[in-house]
């Protein structure tokens, strides 16, 4: 037997598998298991506390890990969602943040969206129990961190990925009951 006669005939297109780029975009499971977004989200809190010295670098460091993802979430709900055309006003694109992308993430819409009386750059997102705060127990002198600092930054990201430049943070009300979202709207210069 000759090394010609092993070969494999080539792989044409009836044969061949199809690659991962021409599979469509499909919704997927829909869900990850809770337990491993806490497994993974401990491990993202605990490697800040080793890296940092203050609170404040810790939520600042969550921040940035959300707004990361925030960057590319945006396309992909608008792909999944079938939207067809870009946001141009920036109450538009938060009531579908707060709607259909927290739906698709938390399973449930967001607990509120309000703009501010004070200042109409201003609008609020509210949150009763945010999955990052969910599963942490702080230490007393961390008892003011907000670990919801993640989500403010996914959606920060999403909002810059659409054109509008804002400052999201994450803040208890008053009673710490709830998480708000701070969405602070930049005039462009």
């Known amino acids: 037997m000759s090394a010609d006669d092993t070969k494999l005939p080539p792989a044409t297109s009836s044969t061949a598998l199809p690659s991962v780029l021409d599979k469509p975009l499909s919704r997927g499971a829909g869900t990850a298991p809770l337990a491993t977004f806490a497994y993974l989200f401990s491990a993202m809190l605990q490697y800040y506390e080793s890296k940092v010295d203050h609170v404040q670098d810790i939520e600042n460091g969550l921040h940035q890990a959300g707004y990361s993802i925030g960057l590319r979430l945006l396309d992909l709900m608008a792909l999944r969602d079938k939207v067809q055309k870009r946001e141009k006003n920036l109450v538009d694109l938060l009531s579908f943040i707060a709607g259909t992308v927290w739906k698709n993430l938390f399973g449930k819409t967001a607990d509120g969206l309000e703009r501010s009386n004070e200042s109409k750059d201003v609008y609020y997102l509210f949150e ?44 208890w009300n008053v009673n710490q009951t709830q998480t708000v979202y701070i969405i602070k709207s930049i005039q462009k210069t």
């Open 128 to 171: 009763k129990e945010p999955i990052t705060n969910r599963f942490v127990s702080l230490p007393k002198d961390y008892s003011h961190m907000n670990c919801a600092s993640f989500i403010a930054g996914i959606i920060n990201g999403m909002v810059d990925a659409a054109d509008f430049p804002v400052v999201v943070t994450a803040n």
